[in-house]
């Protein structure tokens, strides 16, 4: 069974940085695609950057050059770089990951989430 485990959240200024991680195990890490989520009170989860298993990366518009997401297939972790950061960007932060396989069809998983609070 995949597990995710998140770590890196806490409390930051405004115009700071925070490095998420995001430690996968449980099944083969570079078969997976990667995504980072997030939830604000009230609001909806949303994706904020995602990476496939191959390296290719997107990210929502509203974290375009502030954030980074990226992969380590040798020490089975997604981080997620976060810079610039503004009170927006409070929310609990989730890592998720993904298998689409042609028999299996599609199978995911979530971390249990990281508070992610920016503010002076």
């Known amino acids: 069974q995949v597990q995710l485990v998140e770590s890196g959240g806490g409390l930051v200024q405004p115009g700071g940085s925070l490095r998420l991680s995001c430690a996968f195990s449980?099944?083969?890490?570079?078969?997976?695609?990667m995504g980072w989520y997030r939830q604000a009170p009230g609001k909806q989860r949303e994706l904020v950057a995602g990476?496939?298993?191959?390296?290719?990366?997107n990210y929502a518009n509203s974290v375009k050059g502030r954030l980074t997401i990226s992969r380590d297939n040798a020490q089975n972790t997604v981080y997620l770089q976060m810079n610039s950061l503004k009170p927006e960007d409070t929310a609990v932060y989730y890592c998720?990951?993904?298998?689409?396989?042609?028999?299996?069809?599609?199978?995911?998983?979530w971390g249990q989430g990281t508070q992610v609070t920016v503010s002076s």
């Open positions: 998720y990951a993904e298998r689409v396989r042609a028999v299996a069809g599609r199978t995911s998983y």
């Open positions: 990476i496939t298993s191959g390296g290719n990366t």
């Open positions: 449980g099944s083969t890490f570079s078969m997976y695609d």
